[in-house]
């Protein structure tokens, strides 16, 4: 139990580690976990109910056909707040784009190129992200309408009655505000429906008012869907060194978060399928599109959720309210919030209850959640991210520095001893039994702990895998500045320095740790750093920052325990010679 099972220990946390974050990866894609079972489902009853199968939908024309078709028929009405750009089509009254005023994107380093790096080329400049689009590569939009019967749905021709705008006071945020409002109307049956989307300044979430009036002489039962279809295309811009969920999501109080990849949408819905509350959405890296209840209406509607696949590259998610019985000469209005933007946990914790969910960090969450809210309450102190996740960090090492403590004064007496472990190899040569007897022996008189190097990095990874979950996921790094050349802590560093320093800080690391007696062992601990360095070129800023400000304080702390180990060793010297 020497130096063999120590470097034995440490590829068994290695490989377990590799293991965690393949079923993390798993679970971020929607997957089940390794470690837990099939979502959980609700019973289906025998009462007649809505069906998905009656939403309209374009099954067989694929996503460029659709795209086609919505070009070629477009006739949109834009309508806007200083958040939101909106494109409404007059046919099926569907948002069919969605410019975000205020969120920019650039593309990635990646697509530039090593050899363009090196020349210095830089990625095309800012533009707006675009949710919401139809074109003839992409297809992502949000719908409604009605079934049950012969009513309008969102294929059907709506006018435009009208935009207006006007000024009010806004509860939320407490100050007057500009509200605009463009409505739609369509009969068909003897069924109108007229829709309204309602904007205001400093918001995403548009209020999207249906008020179904009955013309005929006979009952009418409607139901009310509410739909996102979008292709499973990866958005643009995304990173090609780390993956992220794309893809629909629902959320009940009873079935709780569940995400559906792309590729498990069948016959056989794996989600909850019933319930009187909850929402959808389209997730995608940072940036949310849902279907959520307004909380202003307090009727809880039965409601059915489903997911679709329309084509090999064409996917729907949705809701179905049965809005019940509704008599001649009357009608009915209802209303639901449509969310088009960041994953801002703020925002989206007062929208919807478990909204904020879709800023998902798989098994880890337990962790990260909390972190999260001590990196937001440090933002609110120092007004700037980057040195949030520079405190954050001195946080948890401060609260891990006993433990690391431990392992680095191992760690420093396995270095002291390493020449007497040499000449107790070379003592022994090829007798295993004996050397290892021998090198216990030295371990108890010298009061060493074979594995205590290894117990602080168990601990850690739990702790580096969570933080690594939150700066990843975190939308409000976007566009966030740390020091002069660090513009964005989402993006990678543009002069790769914070990488460059991190590379030596993990050389000097090396330098600082016992050396191990095998030969490619040694090998392995030169090269290691420059294989990070390179990995940690294309990372978000704010990432290597987090790793760099880590690899300092292990440096400071290990620096400070062998002090501690040389002065409590030079006075047992010295009072040995006495």
Request: aromatic share 12%; charged share 20%.
């Amino acid at each position: 139990m020497g130096s063999d099972f120590k470097r034995t220990f440490m590829w068994v946390i290695l490989v377990g580690a590799c293991f965690m974050l393949w079923d993390n990866w798993q679970v971020y894609n929607g997957r089940p976990s390794f470690f837990g079972g099939a979502a959980p489902q609700t019973a289906q009853t025998e009462e007649a109910q809505p069906s998905a199968d009656a939403v309209p939908d374009n099954k067989g024309s694929g996503a460029e056909a659709v795209a086609k078709g919505m070009i070629q028929a477009s006739r949109p009405v834009e309508v806007s707040n200083n958040l939101l750009k909106l494109n409404i089509d007059e046919q099926g009254a569907v948002v069919t784009r969605a410019e975000l005023l205020q969120e920019h994107q650039q593309a990635d380093w990646t697509d530039v190129g090593l050899a363009g790096l090196i020349l210095g080329n830089k990625p095309p400049q800012l533009k707006n992200i675009v949710m919401l689009d139809v074109t003839p590569k992409h297809v992502y939009v949000a719908q409604s309408g009605l079934i049950g019967g012969d009513f309008p749905n969102h294929k059907s021709p709506f006018k435009h009655v009208g935009t207006k705008v006007e000024k009010k006071l806004d509860a939320e945020q407490k100050k007057e505000v500009n509200f605009v409002t463009a409505t739609f109307e369509s009969t068909q049956g003897a069924v109108t429906l007229r829709k309204s989307f309602e904007l205001a300044d400093g918001r995403y979430a548009v209020m999207v008012r249906n008020e179904v009036i009955n013309n005929g002489t006979a009952p009418v039962k409607p139901s009310l869907y509410y739909q996102i279809t979008r292709d499973d295309n990866k958005p643009e811009g995304e990173s090609s060194f780390y993956y992220t969920y794309t893809g629909p999501a629902i959320y009940t109080d009873e079935g709780k978060f569940q995400k559906v990849a792309f590729d498990d949408i069948g016959e056989q819905p794996d989600h909850i399928t019933k319930a009187d509350n909850g929402w959808v959405a389209m997730i995608q890296h940072y940036f949310i599109t849902a279907w959520t209840d307004d909380k202003a209406e307090k009727v809880k509607r039965e409601r059915e959720y489903y997911t679709t696949k329309l084509d090999k590259n064409l996917f729907a998610v949705g809701s179905i309210q049965r809005l019940g019985t509704i008599e001649p000469g009357q009608s009915l209005s209802t209303s639901a919030m449509l969310y088009i933007g960041p994953q801002d946990q703020q925002r989206l914790q007062y929208l919807a209850d478990g909204l904020e969910l879709v800023v998902d960090y798989g098994w880890l969450t337990f962790l990260a959640k909390p972190i999260y809210s001590v990196l937001y309450f440090l933002y609110g102190l120092v007004g700037n991210w980057g040195w949030a996740i520079v405190l954050l960090t001195c946080i948890v090492k401060a609260i891990l520095y006993p433990i690391s403590a431990a392992g680095y004064k191992s760690m420093a007496r396995m270095k002291e001893i390493g020449p007497r472990m040499k000449a107790l190899q070379e003592q022994y040569g090829e007798d295993k039994q004996r050397y290892q007897q021998a090198v216990m022996e030295l371990y108890r008189k010298e009061k060493i702990n074979p594995v205590g190097g290894c117990l602080p990095i168990v601990l850690q990874i739990p702790v580096f895998l969570a933080l690594y979950w939150v700066l990843l996921a975190s939308v409000e790094l976007r566009g966030s500045a740390w020091l002069g050349w660090v513009t964005d802590l989402a993006m990678p560093d543009p002069w790769f320095i914070l990488p460059a320093i991190m590379m030596a800080t993990m050389f000097l690391q090396i330098k600082l740790n016992p050396k191990p007696a095998d030969a490619m062992q040694q090998r392995m601990m030169v090269i290691m750093p420059l294989v990070f360095g390179v990995m940690f070129f294309f990372f978000a800023s704010g990432l290597v920052l987090y790793w760099l400000t880590n690899n300092v304080l292990s440096i400071l702390q290990q620096w400070y325990v062998n002090k501690q180990i040389a002065e409590e060793r030079a006075r047992r010297t010295k009072a040995a010679n006495r």
